[in-house]
């Protein structure tokens, strides 16, 4: 049925082709007169094609637009997700700034500890050679490492800061270290438990045995015999037995320069190669060697020259 009426549209080939190509329907009644109706089937294919493509232009321009649309939305998509990344980026960004700041100020203060800690050290050792004037040594170098900060350089210059401050407190260490030793090992303090009265200074005292003055290296301290005797610091006991005008005597290196001699003792507590504490019973006080009664004579050496040691008794 379909064939057949495709048929009928069909344009017939060869010389009848170049004819205009009519479908005629004719409609008979009877008792009237026929009607003719004429169909240009060329006109209707026209109006076919054109329709055709009319239906082709629409589609093609609602395909492009609702492809445009979709292109906008994945391009707006794609710039949000691009905002966001940014947005992480700057808020990093700022953190690690705030880091860096944070960085910064930490190696400041830590800075500023190190420099309080040389202060505090520089201030030890200059104090107590204030009260030791005798001990006057070369100073040491003061003052602090000027460390500039750039808080945009800070990652960069902190690994420089930090073997700065590293070497100042490995410096700062032995130091302190050899300050502290140096305190310990400082003989201070009474050679006698008790309150003994002194009965000849350090210095020019006239001769308690004859005519004339002498030159006198220590402090007597006036203590009955069998007086226990301590060592003034610790240290090693490098002399212990009679030695003409000391009688029997201690001597004690205590280092740092510093040695002790207590003499005229009636009894030893040590020998020589002993290592002894602060406050240690070294001997008994007596009347032995060049003495004019019982009696506790105290000498102090710094370096090889005695000192006076009325200073070093009234520290503790
Ligand atoms: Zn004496």
Do not use: C
């Not at 169909?39 to 026209?46: E, H, P």
């Not at 003409?244 to 001597?251: K, S």
Request: zero cysteines.
């Amino acid at each position: 049925m379909l064939l057949r009426l495709r048929d009928y549209f069909r344009k017939p080939t060869g010389r009848a082709g170049q004819h205009p190509h009519y479908l005629e329907i004719v409609v008979a009644r009877t008792g009237h007169a026929a009607h003719t109706f004429r169909i240009n089937l060329d006109t209707l294919k026209q109006g076919g094609n054109v329709l055709g493509a009319v239906f082709l232009v629409w589609f093609v321009g609602t395909f492009y637009v609702a492809y445009s649309h979709i292109s906008n939305m994945e391009a707006i998509a794609r710039a949000d997700a691009q905002a966001e990344k940014i947005a992480l980026l700057e808020n990093n960004n700022e953190k690690l700034s705030e880091e860096k700041q944070n960085m910064g100020q930490h190696l400041f203060s830590l800075q500023q500890r190190v420099e309080q800690l040389a202060a505090g050290v520089h201030g030890l050792v200059s104090r107590t050679r204030a009260k030791f004037p005798v001990e006057n040594q070369e100073d040491k170098p003061q003052g602090g490492v000027a460390i500039p900060l750039d808080l945009n350089n800070v990652g960069q210059i902190v690994d420089a800061e930090f073997s700065l401050l590293d070497e100042r407190v490995t410096t700062l260490l032995p130091e302190l270290e050899t300050t502290l030793e140096r305190e310990i090992s400082r003989p201070v303090g009474m050679p006698v438990k008790i309150q003994a009265d002194v009965s000849s200074t350090y210095g020019i005292r006239s001769n308690p045995f004859g005519e004339g003055h002498e030159f006198h290296n220590g402090i007597d301290f006036v203590a009955d015999s069998g007086t226990p005797v301590l060592a003034t610091a610790p240290g090693r006991v490098v002399a212990a037995g009679y030695e003409g005008p000391n009688g029997n005597r201690v001597g004690i290196d205590h280092g740092f320069g510093y040695r002790s001699v207590y003499a005229h003792l009636s009894r030893l507590r040590v020998k020589v190669g002993d290592e002894v504490q602060k406050g240690q019973v070294i001997g008994l006080s007596g009347n032995t060697g060049r003495s004019s009664g019982p009696h506790l004579h105290y000498t102090l050496y710094y370096n090889g020259q005695t000192v006076n040691p009325e200073r070093y008794l009234k520290v503790n």
